[in-house]
Every structure is written in structure tokens, then in C-alpha cells.
């Protein structure tokens, strides 16, 4: 209890403290705002570099993944033909001449 009587009260002791002039400084209180604003820059850029991020994994797996698995398929459907004319002797369907008209 002896320790709580030798301090000051809190109104005399912020106003008069070096801490509390440096922080009412026009300096600390523009850099206050300065990061204040970067942070809401920041924020906002975040927000939409994620929603650009978003519409773009959106398209890619509406648009090209399909794209990449069909051409997958007629990769192999060309691989299977050429080995099938490769068993039978026949030229592979590429080589073949087209018929006369």
C-alpha cells in the first residue's frame, strides 16, 4: 500500500510525462495518419487482388481444363490408331494418300 501512495495520480502524471508531448507532436500524429491510410491501401488491395485471384482460378478450370483433357484424349486416340496400323502392315492414317475423285 506504501508503494500506491508515492505515485502520482494518472491525470497529473500523462499530461506533464515527455511520452505524452511526443505523442500530441504534429509529427507522430501525420505519421499516425500516414500509416492509418497505407494500411487501408493496403487492405483494399489485398481485397481485390484476392477477388482478381478468384476469377481467374474460376476461368481456368471452367474454361481450360476441359480444353487439356480433350486434347489429352485425341493425343491418345491418335497414339492407339497408329498402333493398330503399325499391327495390321497398313501405313499409319497420316501417310495414306487421299482417294482419287
Do not use: Y
Amino acid at each position: 500500500m506504501a508503494s500506491q501512495s508515492r505515485r502520482l495520480p494518472l491525470k497529473g502524471r500523462d499530461e506533464d510525462g515527455v511520452i505524452a508531448r511526443l505523442s500530441q507532436s504534429p509529427i507522430v500524429v501525420r505519421g499516425r495518419e500516414a500509416a492509418g491510410d497505407a494500411a487501408t491501401v493496403a487492405k483494399k488491395l489485398l481485397r481485390s487482388t484476392g477477388k482478381a485471384a478468384w476469377i481467374a482460378g474460376t476461368t481456368f478450370l471452367v474454361l481450360v481444363v476441359p480444353l487439356i483433357i480433350e486434347m489429352d484424349r485425341e493425343a491418345q486416340m491418335n497414339e492407339l490408331e497408329m498402333q493398330q496400323a503399325s499391327l495390321l502392315g497398313t501405313p499409319p492414317p497420316s501417310l495414306v494418300p487421299p482417294p482419287p475423285k
